[in-house]
């Protein structure tokens, strides 16, 4: 089956650091990725997506670019700020079996201090 | 873009009581909502499907008689944790897809239940 592997946390880095939370998947057919991101307290917020091989997420300062050769998805930020502290979350949805129904990966904790 | 509207935010009931969580789509007709579960510092994990008219699929492993989803508009689905005990104390938040042939999903904004 379909399933969805990222990097363990948390991960504490310090304000304009460069952070990467890696992700990679395995999927019977070819999935949709994502990343959304669950800031304390809340719910989901879906953060970026991709649709294909090749093409790339963005939004927010945020990167991810669809691997299908390394079957990766790998979230990148150049410089974090303190408002990016929230659990981060690498997703697939493997259609049409699982129109909108996700598989996800552990969450990422990432910490940033001022 | 879509709106999923989930009440309450927080909750707490003492063991034994049964809770009913709401999740309503405020501008578009939802056929389709998941429910999901988050233990603490763990991912979600999908606990059931529900279809507008019909009766909800469940995950392996939920039961269903505990967790009962209805889902008789299409705008509005609901899960019931029934007698519910300290070990369902959990995050439980809904979602459902975008509608607009993507893959993606709209969530709610989940519901924090504390049994004691």
């Known amino acids: 089956g379909d399933s969805v592997t990222q990097m363990e946390g948390p991960v504490t880095l310090s304000e304009e650091a460069f952070l990467t939370i890696n992700c990679t998947y395995t999927?019977?057919?070819?999935?949709?990725l994502f990343w959304y991101v669950q800031y304390p307290g809340e719910g989901l917020q879906l953060l970026l997506k991709?649709?294909?091989?090749?093409d790339k997420g963005s939004n927010k300062g945020f990167e991810a670019t669809y691997r299908k050769e390394t079957t990766s998805f790998h979230l990148e930020k150049g410089s974090v700020q303190v408002s990016d502290s929230a659990v981060y979350f690498c997703?697939?949805?493997?259609?049409?079996?699982?129109?909108?129904?996700?598989?996800f990966g552990a969450g990422t904790q990432v910490v940033v201090t001022p | 873009g879509a709106v999923v509207s989930q009440h309450p935010s927080r909750v707490i009931c003492k063991s034994g009581t049964s809770v009913k969580i709401e999740c309503r789509s405020l501008?578009?007709?939802?056929?389709?909502m998941f429910w999901y579960r988050q233990f603490p510092k763990k991912s979600l994990m999908l606990m059931a499907t529900?279809?507008?008219?019909?009766?909800?699929?469940?995950e392996q492993g939920v039961e269903k008689d505990k967790f009962l989803i209805n889902h008789a508009s299409l705008t509005l689905s609901t899960l019931t944790v029934t007698s519910a005990h300290p070990e369902d104390s959990s995050f439980y938040i809904c979602?459902?897809?975008?509608?607009?042939?993507?893959?993606?999903?709209?969530f709610g904004q989940g519901t924090r239940l504390t049994v004691v």
């Open positions: 999927a019977t057919g070819y999935p949709s």
């Open positions: 997703a697939l949805s493997d259609p049409p079996d699982s129109w909108g129904k996700l598989q």
């Open positions: 501008d578009f007709q939802a056929t389709t």
């Open positions: 991709a649709t294909k091989a090749d």
């Open positions: 529900s279809n507008e008219g019909s009766k909800a699929t469940y």
């Open positions: 979602s459902t897809p975008s509608g607009t042939g993507g893959t993606e999903a709209f």
